[in-house]
């Protein structure tokens, strides 16, 4: 697997709550820890394939935050997609934020915030224009995490999720 040297050493260190973090790329044997956080952590769930395939496709930026005890406690994946501009008829690359999710007990401490930050200069060097990613209407918190980076609402994504949740389509542009 490639390696990123620059992502790999960036250790998050909280030193309020005596909280070592240290984000890596996510390897293969990562992807039971993710799978297990994302099923506890969020509504929405993936087969293993798809995960399989982003970590394939865009290994750069799937991002894993682990404690000291080498345990997964959060990740990030994005990939890489040509679509129209929101501005403009151009085609372009987005980078779509496809999934993100801090374990609870380790919330609220900047994981989110860290995994954000490294995965979106991954994600930028895929020659993207545009950051896009769609969130449920009522989740505030994550909302204000995407505002904190500058994103924008762009649209509403009505019927979005399966339960029937309308989702903000959010953009950023570089
Ligand atoms: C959204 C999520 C990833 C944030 O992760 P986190 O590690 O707790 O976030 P951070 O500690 O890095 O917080 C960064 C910013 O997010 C916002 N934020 C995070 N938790 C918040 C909360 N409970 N209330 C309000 N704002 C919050 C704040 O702007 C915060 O900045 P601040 O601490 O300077 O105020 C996490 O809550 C989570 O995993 N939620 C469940 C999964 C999910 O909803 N994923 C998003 C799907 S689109």
Redo the contacts with the bound molecule.
């Keep these: 697997m490639t390696t990123n040297k620059e992502l790999e050493t960036n250790i998050f260190n909280n030193s309020k709550d005596d909280l070592e973090i240290y984000i890596r790329q996510c390897k293969l044997e990562d992807l039971e820890s993710v799978i297990e956080i994302n099923e506890r952590?969020?509504p929405e769930d993936y087969p293993y394939f798809f995960y399989k395939s982003i970590l394939d496709n865009f290994p750069g930026c799937f991002l894993i935050a682990q404690d000291k005890n080498s345990n997964v406690v959060?990740y990030i994946m994005w990939r890489v997609e040509k679509a129209p501009s929101t501005n403009s008829l151009k085609y372009i690359n987005q980078g779509h934020l496809v999934?993100?999710?801090?374990s609870k007990n380790?919330?609220?401490?900047?994981?989110?915030?860290?995994l954000l930050a490294n995965s979106m200069k991954a994600v930028k060097k895929y020659k993207i224009k545009q950051y896009v990613?769609?969130?449920?209407v009522s989740?505030?918190?994550?909302i204000?995490?995407y505002e904190?980076f500058n994103f924008k609402i762009d649209s509403i994504k009505k019927n979005y999720y399966r339960d029937g949740e309308n989702a903000y389509y959010m953009t950023l542009d570089i």
Excluded at 106 to 114: D, E, H, L, P
Excluded at 133 to 136: A, K, Y
């Design positions: 952590e969020l959060a999934s993100i999710a801090v380790y919330r609220r401490k900047g994981i989110g915030q860290a990613l769609e969130v449920r989740n505030y918190t994550a204000r995490l904190k």
